[in-house]
C-alpha cells in the first residue's frame, strides 16, 4: 500500500492475482527476484529477465503484471535496492487488483497507496504508463488544432518521422495549444530515450529552434509551485491538533509536513448553509473547513490555506473547480470577494488560456494603498492539476509600469508578492493549496501582530470567496463569461476533470487535505523535472569542457 522503500530489501507476498507497480527516483538501481516463480514475457525491455535487473537511468516506473507470474501456491517477489544506488533513490510499491472490473467504485478511494507522479503521461484508464509522444498526438487529435497556416513551422507530419523530429513538431503544437505541461512530457520522455551525449545534442536543437526556453521558463513555474507543497511523507496519522487559546483546536503544522509554520484558528465552511437546498449527505466527504498557515522565512511573509470543496455543484451538476477558477479568472470581478481591492483591477492585455496581465490597486486600512501590476500564469498538467502563479511585475523598466499612471492616494508597489493556487481535481472533491508570499523591506513585524492582523483579515476573503463560488451560477455576469467562454478556459477545465478521473480510476487513489498518504505533496506531479535535467546537462556539458 504505497510503502516507500529506502536502500532495504522488502518481500511481497503474491496470489497470482495482483499488479505490482515500481516507481524508482532516477539513478538508483533495483534488483528483481522471483524465487522459484519466473518474470513473465510481458515484463519490460528495462528489466533483464534473467538477472532481474532493472536501472533507474533506462526507465523511471514500471509494471509488472503479477497475474502472469508462473507460480504454484505463492511467489516471493524480492525488490532490493543495490549498494551502489543513490542513497536518496527510493521504490515504490503498489498493489491493485489485475481485473479493474472486479474493483468497485467506493473501493478506489480507500487504498491509501500513493501514485507515482511517473504517471503523469499515462492513457485514459490505462493501468501503465504509455508514451507522452502517444498521448500528445491523441491531445492534438482530439482538440483539432495544429500550427496556424501562416506558420514557417507548420506542416503535415511525415510518413517517416525520426522520434526527435516527431517530438519536435508535437511540442510546437502543444506550445500553440498554451499545453506547456503536455509539452514537458514530451521533452522528458525524449530526453529519458537517449544517452548523456545525445540528451545535451538534443537539448541544444530545442533551444535553437527557439522553443526549449519558452518550455524551460513554464517548467520553472510548475516547479516552484512544486516546492511549495510539503514533502511526500508527513509523520502524522492523522491530522494532530493542539487546543488554541480561545479553546478551540488548531493544526500542528510540522504534523503537514510544514515545520517552523504558525497556525491560525481554521475558518469553519457550512456547505450546507452556502448551498441550502444540497440533499443531505452529500458534503460527508469534504473537510468543512479552511486552515491557514503563516511565517516569515527568507525575508518573505509567506501565508498557505489548505482546503477542499465538492467536484460538482449538489443540484446543478456543474463544475465547482469552474467555479473556483472563474472567480480567478475574471479579474475585474475580484472586488467582489476581495477587501483588499478598493476597485477593479483592469487587464491591460488580451488574456489567453495560459496568461493574463492587469493593473490593480490595494489597500489595507491604515497600512498601506498600492497601486501596481500583476501578470497570472495558468498552467496545466496531463494528469488534472491546474496551477497559477499571480506574481507582481516590479520592474521600473517594464512597459506596463512605465505607463501606468498612478492615482491620488496611491504609493507605487515596490515589493515583489506571488502567490501559486494548486489544485487537485478529483471525480469527488478538488484539493486545493493556496500560497501566498512577500518580500519584507525592513524590520520584521512581530509574530503577534501578524496573527492579530491574518487572524482579523483571513477568515473574511476565505468566506467571501467560498460563499461567492456557491452562487457563482446563479450571478448572470459569470454566467455569461461562462458561456463566452473567451479564452477556452472553461472546456479546458472540462478536460483537466476528465483526466482527474481517469487519474484516480487508474491509481486507485484519492487526495484528501489532512488526511495522512492523501494530502498533495512535492511529488504529485512531474512537471518542473526539465528545469533540472536541463541544469544537469548544462553542467555536465562543463564538466566535458564542452562550453559550445
Known amino acids: 500500500q504505497g510503502q516507500v522503500l529506502g536502500r532495504d530489501a522488502w518481500t511481497l507476498l503474491t496470489d497470482g492475482q495482483h499488479m505490482c507497480f515500481l516507481a524508482w527516483l532516477r539513478q538508483s538501481k533495483v534488483v528483481i527476484d522471483c524465487g522459484e516463480g519466473s518474470l513473465p514475457a510481458e515484463t519490460p525491455d528495462c528489466i533483464d529477465k534473467k538477472e532481474g535487473v532493472a536501472h533507474a537511468e533506462d526507465v523511471e516506473a ?53 501514485p507515482s507522479r511517473r504517471y503523469s503521461a499515462s492513457s485514459h484508464g490505462s493501468t501503465s504508463p504509455v508514451s507522452a509522444r502517444e498521448r500528445a498526438r491523441a491531445f492534438t487529435t482530439e482538440t483539432g488544432k495544429r500550427p496556424s497556416s501562416n506558420s514557417a513551422q507548420s506542416s503535415e507530419p511525415p510518413e517517416q518521422e525520426t522520434p526527435e523530429a516527431e517530438a519536435m513538431r508535437l511540442v510546437r503544437e502543444l506550445i500553440e495549444m498554451k499545453e506547456w505541461g503536455e509539452a514537458e512530457m514530451v521533452i522528458m520522455e525524449l530526453l529519458d530515450e537517449l544517452s548523456f551525449d545525445d540528451q545535451v545534442r538534443v537539448w541544444a536543437d530545442f533551444e535553437s529552434a527557439q522553443i526549449g ?26 491530522v494532530v491538533t493542539r487546543r488554541s487559546s480561545r479553546g478551540g483546536t488548531k493544526t500542528d503544522p510540522a504534523q503537514e509536513g510544514f515545520p517552523g509554520w504558525s497556525a491560525l484558528n481554521p475558518v469553519k465552511l457550512d456547505y450546507y448553509s452556502l448551498l441550502p437546498n444540497s440533499p443531505k449527505g452529500f458534503f460527508d466527504g469534504i473537510e468543512q473547513q479552511a ?52 476597485d477593479p483591477p483592469k487587464a491591460l492585455t488580451k488574456p489567453t488560456l495560459d496568461f493574463m496581465t492587469w493593473e490593480e490597486k490595494s489597500t489595507i486600512r491604515l497600512v498601506m494603498s498600492q497601486q501596481g501590476v500583476s501578470e497570472m500564469h495558468r498552467l496545466f498538467t496531463p494528469d488534472g492539476m491546474i496551477v ?12 506596463r509600469n512605465k505607463n501606468m499612471k498612478l492615482s491620488k492616494g496611491y504609493s507605487r508597489k515596490k515589493q515583489k508578492d506571488s502567490s501559486y493556487t494548486i489544485a487537485v481535481l478529483g471525480a469527488d472533491k478538488t484539493v486545493v493549496v493556496v500560497h501566498y508570499e512577500v518580500a519584507l523591506l ?18 473574511t476573503i476565505i468566506r467571501k470567496m467560498f460563499k461567492v463560488g456557491a452562487d457563482i451560477f446563479s450571478n448572470p455576469l459569470y454566467a455569461e463569461r461562462h458561456a463566452a467562454d473567451a479564452v477556452g478556459l472553461y472546456a479546458r477545465i472540462g478536460r483537466s476533470e476528465r483526466d482527474a478521473c481517469d487519474r484516480e480510476a487508474r491509481t486507485g487513489h484519492k487526495f484528501h487535505s489532512s488526511k495522512k498518504g492523501c494530502r498533495p505533496h512535492s511529488d504529485i506531479f512531474s512537471a518542473g523535472d526539465l528545469v533540472q535535467r536541463v ?12 562550453t559550445s
Do not use: C
Open 62 to 114: 514500471v509494471s509488472l503484471p503479477l497475474d502472469k507470474l508462473e507460480v504454484t501456491k505463492e511467489t516471493e517477489l524480492l525488490v532490493k535496492p543495490q549498494p551502489d544506488a543513490n542513497p536518496e533513490g527510493a521504490v515504490i510499491l503498489g498493489i491493485e487488483q489485475a481485473t479493474r472490473n472486479e474493483t468497485s467504485g467506493d473501493d478506489l478511494g480507500k487504498t491509501p497507496t500513493s
Open 291 to 342: 486552515r491557514m498557515l503563516y511565517r516569515v522565512a527568507d525575508d518573505k511573509l509567506q501565508i498557505k490555506v489548505l482546503s477542499e470543496f465538492p467536484s460538482k455543484h449538489p443540484t446543478l451538476s456543474k463544475s465547482f473547480v469552474l467555479a473556483f477558477l472563474s472567480m480567478w479568472a475574471e479579474v475585474d470581478k475580484w472586488d467582489t470577494w476581495n477587501p483588499m481591492y478598493s
Open 388 to 399: 497559477q502563479r499571480i506574481q507582481a511585475v516590479i520592474d521600473p523598466q517594464d512597459e
Open 442 to 459: 525592513g524590520k520584521h513585524p512581530p509574530n503577534m501582530a501578524l496573527h492579530a492582523v491574518f487572524s482579523m483579515l483571513m477568515p
Open 535 to 546: 541544469e544537469k546537462l548544462r553542467k555536465g556539458r562543463q564538466i566535458s569542457g564542452d
Open 213 to 238: 526556453q519558452e518550455v524551460l521558463d513554464h517548467s520553472a513555474i510548475f516547479l516552484e509551485a512544486r516546492q511549495r507543497l510539503p514533502g511526500q511523507d508527513p509523520v502524522s496519522d492523522m
